[in-house]
């Protein structure tokens, strides 16, 4: 099927003080270099532990950060090239629903006024249609639409994300960024909001990147999957493949972390050596070579292409070139 969304080469620094009373500036490689593409209708999964970069890619993404190079293109168009105008425009097709619903609603607008908001900014809806829109959205996420008046304090967690997700979809978007949607929420509530996610994908025929450091979740709603590590892509594949038959040593490891549901199942878990390495120094060649039990001499000198294995699955690692 047809690709809506492709990125290539996509980097985002911060720059930072190097100390108190240096002048230097140092820059955090937060994204070093991240290719992407999802395809319309699809799920694309995207983990890896906290500070990997993954949603600064999101962010990136939809230009609510400004990269610092790359190519980002929608619907073949070259959206690095729009003006902050064109921009707005665009953002009524790609939206972003945020991990933590406290911060990211108004505490002192009505439930209301936070879903009409964007329908109002961009002139969509007027008068009494404001109501009839948002009785419907909030009919879609699975809220009652007679609580329109009342405030975001009102609600449990789980249904403030509902209020988010209603949010994000006010403007009919065709592709959204789920950002650790369910990450704050309890484990009850979670599996709800992830069928109710599923079930308007479906609907709507949204297209999503899901940003979560949750494995299991990323599975569950996911078509196929990318981990990421000190800001770049190190595997992808479809998810199936992905757990089933990881390439990548940090795949491997992350996945051999997943808790298995029957305790007679033994699985071997890979533990990591020494922490993740600074984004500000990231070590050379492969980014992973500090922490890799199956380092040879080239890891640290040559850095690892991706490489297609075939099937969608792609890898960056030089065990690839021994088999
Ligand atoms: Fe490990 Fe080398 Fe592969 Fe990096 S390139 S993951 S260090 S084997």
Do not use: W
Not at 106 to 117: F, L, S, V, Y
Not at 138 to 149: M, S, T
Not at 223 to 245: C, H, N, P, W
């Amino acid at each position: 099927s047809e690709i809506l969304l492709e990125v290539k080469d996509l980097k985002k620094y911060f720059p930072i003080q190097g100390g108190i009373f240096s002048k230097t500036v140092q820059n955090v490689k937060a994204v070093d270099g991240v290719d992407l593409y999802i395809k319309k209708g699809e799920t694309l999964g995207l983990v890896g532990e906290s500070g990997c970069g993954k949603t600064t890619v999101g962010r990136t993404i939809l230009r609510l950060l400004e990269p610092t190079g790359g190519q980002i293109l929608f619907n073949n168009e070259d959206i690095m090239k729009y003006n902050k105008k064109n921009m707005l425009k665009l953002r009524q097709n790609m939206q972003i629903v945020f991990q933590d619903p406290n911060s990211s609603l108004n505490p002192r607008m009505t439930i209301k006024d936070i879903i009409a908001e964007p329908l109002i900014i961009n002139g969509l809806v007027k008068g009494e249609d404001v109501e009839n829109t948002v009785t419907q959205l909030l009919e879609a996420v699975g809220l009652n639409p007679q609580h329109l008046h009342r405030y975001p304090h009102e609600f449990s967690g789980g249904q403030r994300q509902r209020i988010g997700i209603a949010r994000a979809l006010a403007l009919n978007p065709k592709f959204v960024v789920l950002d650790e949607p369910t990450s704050s929420l309890d484990v009850s509530v979670q599996s709800q909001i992830l069928n109710k996610l599923k079930d308007l994908q479906k609907e709507l025929g949204l297209t999503y990147l899901f940003i979560s450091h949750n494995l299991i979740v990323v599975k569950y709603l996911s078509d196929r999957v990318a981990v990421m590590y000190l800001g770049k892509i190190v595997e992808s594949a479809k998810t199936q493949e992905l757990f089933d038959k990881p390439l990548h040593p940090y795949t491997q490891a992350l996945l051999s972390a997943i808790p298995v549901p029957d305790p007679n199942c033994k699985r071997n878990r890979i533990i990591l050596e020494g922490d993740v390495p600074t984004p500000i120094n990231p070590p050379s060649g492969c980014r992973f070579h500090t922490r890799c039990k199956h380092r040879m001499d080239i890891c640290s000198k040559v850095e690892p292409e991706m490489k297609d294995t075939g099937n969608e699955h792609f890898v960056a690692c030089h065990l690839m070139d021994k088999q």
